[in-house]
Every structure is written in structure tokens, then in C-alpha cells.
């Protein structure tokens, strides 16, 4: 495996780690930041594989989606978890009063452990 890749997929574990630690003590904003960020680095852990990456988060998503979504190597449902994972995050970190659930952070976390699962799957 990749330096790069191995680097990013670790980074990544972190980041849900971090999820989890800030899931159970109730920050459930911050949870949701760490869990979008678990995803969003093990996607560029996928794009190592490739030797391709992006200074924006729009141009990750936007080729995961064309190349990794839209061609089957990941299922569609991966697409609905990014975009939602993107979505709230960016709610939480620069909406006033928005107010995140403790149900709604776990599900977040629960998608983002899902997804770091199978993109490991995949570099491996």
C-alpha cells in the first residue's frame, strides 16, 4: 500500500474515532463534523489509489461520484451518505440554531463507519 494512501486511510480512522469520542460525551455537532471528515478522507484515500486529488471538497466529491459511484465499484447509497455527511455538516458548522440530535449524530457516525469499512475493503 501507498504512503499516501495508508497515511489517509489512517487519518481517517482517527477522525471517526473522534466521532465516536465526541458522539458519547454529547457534542453531537462536532461529532457530525468528524464523521463527514472520516468519510471525505477515506475518499481521498481512494483517490491516492489513482494518484489524483483536489484543493476543493466539491472537485473530491465530484470525481468519487463520476468514478467511483456512477461506474459500480461503490454502491449508490455511498453517494446518498456523502451528500447528506456534506450537508449537515455544513449546517452544523455555519447555520445559526441548527440543532442536531443525538439520533441524527449517530447516524452519521454509523454511515461513516460503514463507509471507512468498505473503502478499506476496497484499498485492500
Same mark, same amino acid.
Given at each position: 500500500m501507498d504512503d499516501l494512501v495508508k497515511y489517509r486511510l489512517d487519518d481517517a480512522k482517527e %477522525? $471517526? +474515532?473522534?466521532?465516536?469520542?465526541? $458522539?458519547?460525551?454529547g457534542l453531537y455537532k462536532d461529532s457530525v463534523g468528524r464523521s463527514y471528515y472520516a468519510i471525505f478522507t477515506a +475518499?481521498?484515500?481512494? $483517490?491516492?489509489?489513482?494518484?489524483?486529488?483536489?484543493?476543493?471538497?466539491a472537485g473530491v466529491i465530484a470525481y468519487f461520484? %463520476?468514478?467511483f459511484i456512477k461506474t459500480? +465499484?461503490?454502491?449508490?447509497?455511498?453517494?446518498?451518505?456523502?451528500?447528506?455527511a456534506f450537508q449537515i455538516r455544513n449546517s452544523c458548522d455555519y447555520d445559526d440554531f441548527f440543532i442536531i440530535s443525538k439520533r441524527d449524530a449517530?447516524?452519521?457516525y454509523h454511515r461513516a463507519e460503514e463507509f471507512f469499512k468498505v473503502v478499506k475493503e476496497y484499498i485492500a
Open positions: %477522525r $471517526l +474515532i473522534s466521532a465516536n469520542v465526541l $458522539l458519547e460525551k +475518499i481521498r484515500a481512494v $483517490l491516492a489509489t489513482r494518484e489524483v486529488d483536489f484543493s476543493k471538497h461520484q %463520476r468514478e459500480g +465499484i461503490f454502491d449508490k447509497k455511498y453517494s446518498k451518505y456523502l451528500q447528506q449517530e447516524e452519521q
